[in-house]
């Protein structure tokens, strides 16, 4: 329950930064996961810690490859948003 409650509090972080350009809004198939390399979440910009799980995902972000780290959940959160924009377009 509590993640879902984070993720919630999230998502409209994530649906700004897709609407900015600062996200993409497609989810990329490839994703790794690992320690935290002390590095800010794309999502939420705190750090992520070596105690934390840090999920990497190269995409292109205004025509530009970068890679972008994510908390689990701040990387749920966008990955809902990026779902939910795949939904409105294809209702369109």
């Known amino acids: 329950m509590l993640l879902t409650q984070f ?3 999230l998502r409209p972080v994530a649906r700004d930064r897709i609407s900015k350009g600062l996200l993409p809004r497609k989810v990329r198939s490839t994703l790794w996961g ?3 390399t002390g590095q800010s979440c794309a999502l939420c910009d705190k750090t992520i810690l070596p105690s934390e ?3 990497e995902v ?3 972000v ?3 490859l970068r890679t972008l780290r ?3 959940i701040c990387e749920t ?3 809902l948003e990026c779902a939910r ?3 409105l377009e294809q209702r369109l």
């Open 70 to 72: 994510f908390h689990v």
């Open 62 to 64: 205004n025509g530009t």
């Open 58 to 60: 190269e995409a292109l």
């Open 53 to 55: 799980v840090e999920l």
């Open 7 to 9: 993720a919630s509090a």
């Open 34 to 36: 690992g320690n935290g």
């Open 85 to 87: 924009d795949d939904y």
């Open 77 to 79: 959160a966008w990955q």
